[in-house]
């Protein structure tokens, strides 16, 4: 065997001490030399955060807190994994939800227990060579340079290296659809699926139609996906992704649930379903997938106080005020000194109170509410908002209620599904239609401020035009659109008028802006390869 | 109350927990078997590979209780990607290492690096260490396995010296699972087991499939494992 792991830093996640020294002796008989440990998941990251490690061994079931999913779910959001990093999940246990669980959260390897020295050395072998391979390209697009991370692709390929052809073709067909390169995308993955039939190919060709908003044939690419490959779980995902697209809630549900049936444990999955379930009002549904996202939540990085407060809200709406009460107090427990979890429970107490006939109680948390909402500013979750709000309007607290309601819409005006969501909060208030009005006349005047912004930029007025864009950014921090534009309008002035520092910082910003407002990966991916171009060309003037 | 639904909800999870239990004994006791062995005096060497092949084949049988058992309650699937054909084959030969050592049989490799095969790894590793096991019991000194690509599937061979395979299970439709009057004795259970594990594969509208015959170049059993 070559000695592949000297000199690798490599850390083993495992609770039970006699599996660690069994795992460290294999470790010593392939030549390792640089050998860390952990007990559990939360010192795991500790050691993570300290070290930039080539290999991870990380034991499923770490006994009571993280489990090795939920290390390698919270080391990729923390950023603790460098691209080079080998994570590889060890599992005893084989139950097809654990291992599907496992699956989804993407590990670089999957080894069941007991195994040995030979096939440890295969998979970490493997990853290693493949890793070493595809270096160049994954620094690329870690640092979002896409155009560069295409061309490092072409020349790998070019190389002709079989062992990873496949696995380049899957980032080059990935980069292409992310680039908007359609056509590109479209004939690798046909390419790839006339010779074997792999689910992923499949897929990518569904949300290749599905960015082209052809949301039947993507519909359909994704059905057939699902029944040569039931277990490909990614693909109820892009499904549910279809549905809620044509506003079809009870299908959104119906394939969540299959999802959810076949890998109960993954949180995200539970938190769409219940909060699927509670808008088209399917209560059991709803409280089941809550509770759940609750109990999955609690040693996760997706652990979240809406979890809670939603199925308080749900106990408040199905008369249950005591266990609304004891959902409130347990999120207390679980979220001290969090002032949007505190939001969250004044918020819902000042219905509770209500309902219960105590306006004074009920009075008093609403303006707590109010004034908790001010400090927080733009840091209150949209959803939120959203049910202070309503809270106001059943308050009759109607000035309080239109201001957030202004700005909600003014900030959000791009994002169809959450207008809905507004929407169906007035109709279930007996408001039905009550902003439309606001709505349309914001749609409007959003359209007029881009019209004329390009207008001016087209009588070659660039700083007026930029100016109006800015201006509309201040007074809409969250919209989408008019941040896309504005980065638009500064990469053609780029193009057209040559490369200024000044303009190339102010774009990096612009799209950083775009993907803190949640602005979807594929509508960044050309106007990032576009900019990463331009980084290019302004790098190569200058040295 | 219906008292047989309720023995045949709970027969899984005891059977589900036992098994892991087991697996995870299993797991401490090869390792503190390796760690032992490298000790020992020389004259216990043998006791100790006896005792690791044991351990091993009581290892190979519970997967096999557990994929049948996960075949049978359709909650059977595989995790496949691209791996070296050649990885596979070392895989299964360093399963069946310590037989081959204590029976004094050779055990060759044919098979170029660049030859990929799209598979479960254990899964057909397994599978072919199960062959192997089999064909190095029947064998006299020497064993040969290769993998190739043949017609659009992925061929691996493994070829004995010994006196190959009895008529019965010559005349045995191996794919065939309605008649399984062939499945008795290590051998045939082994084979049944990678037949099915072989069926899994799928690629389009072909299936993975096994053949066996006694045209081995070296004279005596050849098992072909063909995955599409």
Known sequence: MKPILVGKSILIVEDYPAMRNAIRNMLYTLDADNISEADNGLNALVAMSRTNFDIVLCDYNLGTGKNGQQVLEEARIQKLLSPNCVFVILSGEQSTSMVLGAMDSKPDEYLAKPFNAQQLFVRLERNLTRKALLQSVEKEIERGHLAQAIQQCDKLLAENHKKIRTHLLKIRAELAALVGDFEAGKRIYSEILHERDLPWARLGLGIIEFQQGNFSQAGQQFEDLLRVHPMFLEGYDWLSKVYEAEDKLKEVQDIINQAVDLSPQSILRQKKLAETADKIGNVDVAEKAYKAAVSLGKYSIYKSSSDFTNLAKLYSKTRSPEKALETLSNMRQEFRNDPVAELRAVTLETELHKNAGNDEQASACLQKALALNRQLGSKTPKDLQLDIAKTCFLQNQHEDAEAIMGSLIKNHIDDEQFLNDLRRMQSGIGMDNHSEELIQKTKRALVATNNQGVTLYKQGKFSEAMALFEKAIASMPENQTIVINTLKIILHDLKASGIDEEKLVRAQALLKKARQIGVDRHKLGILQMEFSNLLRQYNEAKS | ?228
């Not at chain 2, 100790?48 to 309650?73: C, G, P, T, W």
């Not at chain 2, 909650?75 to 791996?83: A, K």
């Open chain 2, 1 to 228: 109350m219906n008292t047989e639904a309720k023995d045949n909800a709970l027969f899984p999870v005891i059977l589900g927990s036992t098994v892991h239990d087991i697996k995870n004994s299993l797991g401490t006791l090869l390792g503190l078997i390796q760690q032992l062995s490298g000790k020992q005096s020389p004259d216990q060497v043998d006791d100790f590979r006896q005792l690791e092949f044991e351990a091993n084949r009581i290892n190979h049988s519970l997967m096999q209780l557990l994929v049948m058992y996960k075949i049978d309650s359709n909650t059977f699937g595989l995790i496949e990607d691209e791996y070296a054909a050649l990885d596979l084959l070392n895989e299964a030969k360093a399963q069946q290492d310590r037989l081959s050592q204590l029976q004094n049989i050779q055990v060759s490799i044919e098979c170029s690096d660049d030859v990929l095969c799209y598979c479960d790894f254990q899964h057909v590793s397994n599978a072919l260490g199960t062959i192997l096991n089999n064909a190095q019991r029947y064998s006299r000194k020497k064993v040969v396995i290769s993998a190739s690509e043949v017609e659009g599937y992925l061929l691996f061979s493994i070829e004995d010296d010994g006196e190959g395979y009895p008529q019965h299970l010559l005349n045995a439709d191996l794919s065939n699972q309605s008649n399984l009057d062939w499945v008795t004795g290590n051998t045939g259970l082994g084979l049944y087991f990678v037949a099915a594990i072989a069926g899994f594969h799928k690629n389009r509208d072909k299936s993975g499939f096994v053949k066996i015959d006694n045209n081995s170049r070296l004279g005596g059993a050849r098992f072909s494992l063909y995955l599409p």
